[in-house]
C-alpha cells in the first residue's frame, strides 16, 4: 500500500480545497489502495511565520493590489527569480524545519502538493537525497508564475495548454507536464435536478438568479454589486456567498428592506455546488479553484476586481476561450444583466464555451496519476 502525502499551504482557501478535493478521490475510489494523509504546511513551520505568511498575502492582495500585481509580475522575470528563488528557499529552510522532519520521518511514496511553498521544501530535500518521494505539483491556476517551478518536480499538473507553454518556457521537460485540470471535489461532478436544488435551498423558480461569491474571505465590491444588480428591470434574485466575513452578511441582511429584488445572504457554505447548480451566473474574482467549480458546474461567470497578477491570467484565459465576461465596476452590472436578460444566445455560446475548456474530473485524474 502506496504512502501518499497530500500538502498544501492555507494562503487563500483554494489551495486547501484542491487538495481535499484530491482527497475526497482518494476516499472514493482508491481507498484501499493507499494510506492517504492531508496536511498543512504552515502547520509544521512556526508559529511567527505561519502567521505572517497569510496575513501578508492578505494585505498585499486586499490593501495593496497594486504592489502585490508588480511583484507577481516582477518575480516572474527569469533575471529576477534567479536572486528572489535563491531568498525564498533560505527563508523556506529557516522556517520550515517541522515540514522536514516530518517528510523523513514519515518517508511518503508520493507527496501531492498544491502550493509552491511545500514543493519547494520537498524538491530540495530530493535534491539532497533525503527522500526519494514522488513530487507531484498540481498548479491552481490557469497560467503559471515562476514560483511554481521546482528541479526535482517529477510530474506538473496543469489546468490548460497555455499553462503547459508555460512551464515550457522555463525549460520544464515536457514529459513532465499532464493537462488535467484544477482538482474540484467530486460533488461538483455530480448529476442534480435544478427544480429540486432551488426548492432545497428556498430560492424561486422560474426567476433570473445572480450569485455573488466574495471567496473565503469575502473580498471585494459585494455589497455595491448587490445594488447595482438590484436595479435590473426585470424581477430576479440574487444569493451571496459571503465566506467567513461575518460583518459582510450583516451588512447585507441591513439592506434587504431596501432592495425590491429578493435577496439570500449566506456566509461560509459548504454546498456551493447547489447554490452554482440553482444560479444563472456567477459574479466573483477569477481565484483559480472558484473558476474551476463554476466551470464544472457550466454556470457562466462574470469577473469583477480580479486581483493583479494570477487572478487577471486566470480571467485572460477564460475570456480569450469565450467562456466568461469581464467589467471593471459593479456599475456595469445592470446594464450587462438586462443584455444576457434580453439576448439569452450570448448565456448559451458561454456554457458552449465552457464545455471546450472545463475538466471536472481533475482530482480522479489525479488519482489515477498518483497509483499510476
Not at 502538493?113 to 511545500?118: A, E, K, W, Y
Not at 518521494?133 to 490548460?160: E, N, P, Q
Not at 454546498?271 to 466573483?284: G, K, P, Q, R, T
Request: proline share 4%; net charge neutral; charged share 25%.
Amino acid at each position: 500500500m502506496k504512502k501518499i502525502l497530500i500538502v498544501y499551504a492555507t494562503a487563500g482557501i483554494g489551495h486547501k480545497k484542491a487538495s481535499m478535493a484530491v482527497k475526497e478521490a482518494f476516499d472514493e475510489i482508491a481507498s484501499k489502495d493507499a494510506e492517504v494523509t492531508l496536511i498543512d504546511a504552515l502547520d509544521y513551520t512556526n508559529d511567527f511565520f505561519k502567521w505572517s505568511y497569510l496575513k501578508a498575502y492578505l494585505l498585499m492582495v486586499n490593501k495593496l493590489p497594486t504592489l502585490w500585481g508588480l511583484s507577481y509580475y516582477l518575480t516572474d522575470n527569469r533575471y529576477v527569480d534567479i536572486v528572489v528563488s535563491a531568498l525564498r528557499r533560505i527563508n523556506n529552510w529557516m522556517n520550515s524545519g517541522k515540514l522536514v522532519q516530518y517528510i523523513k520521518d514519515n518517508k511518503p511514496d508520493v507527496v501531492v502538493s498544491t502550493h509552491f511553498l511545500p514543493s519547494e521544501v520537498i524538491s530540495d530535500l530530493k535534491e539532497t537525497g533525503e527522500t526519494q518521494a514522488r513530487l507531484i505539483t498540481v498548479v491552481t491556476d490557469y497560467r503559471l508564475h515562476s514560483w511554481w517551478v521546482c528541479d526535482f518536480t517529477d510530474t506538473y499538473v496543469v489546468a490548460s495548454e497555455e499553462a503547459r507553454g508555460d512551464l515550457i518556457r522555463w525549460e520544464v521537460d515536457p514529459s513532465k507536464i499532464k493537462v488535467l485540470g484544477i482538482p474540484v471535489e467530486p460533488v461538483f461532478t455530480k448529476t442534480m435536478d435544478k427544480n429540486k436544488t432551488l426548492e432545497k435551498l428556498g430560492l424561486k423558480k422560474d426567476i433570473f438568479t445572480v450569485l455573488v461569491i466574495g471567496g473565503g474571505f469575502g473580498v471585494g465590491p459585494i455589497e455595491e454589486i448587490v445594488k447595482s444588480v438590484d436595479e435590473v428591470s426585470t424581477p430576479i434574485q440574487i444569493v451571496t456567498i459571503c465566506g467567513h466575513n461575518e460583518e459582510l452578511v450583516g451588512r447585507l441582511n441591513a439592506l434587504k428592506p431596501n432592495l425590491k429584488s429578493h435577496l439570500k445572504v449566506t456566509g461560509f457554505a459548504d454546498n456551493v455546488y447547489e447554490y452554482m447548480e440553482a444560479c444563472d451566473i456567477l459574479i466573483s474574482k477569477s481565484g483559480g479553484i472558484t473558476v474551476s467549480e463554476s466551470l464544472a458546474k457550466e454556470i457562466p461567470m462574470v469577473i469583477i476586481s480580479p486581483i493583479l497578477g494570477q487572478e487577471t491570467r486566470n480571467s485572460d484565459f477564460l475570456i480569450g476561450n469565450g467562456a466568461a465576461m469581464k467589467i471593471a465596476r459593479p456599475s456595469e452590472l445592470k446594464a450587462l444583466i438586462e443584455d444576457l436578460l434580453n439576448h439569452p444566445e450570448k448565456l448559451t455560446g458561454m456554457k458552449e464555451a465552457i464545455r471546450n475548456v472545463r475538466k471536472p474530473y481533475a482530482c480522479y485524474d489525479i488519482v489515477k496519476l498518483v497509483l499510476s
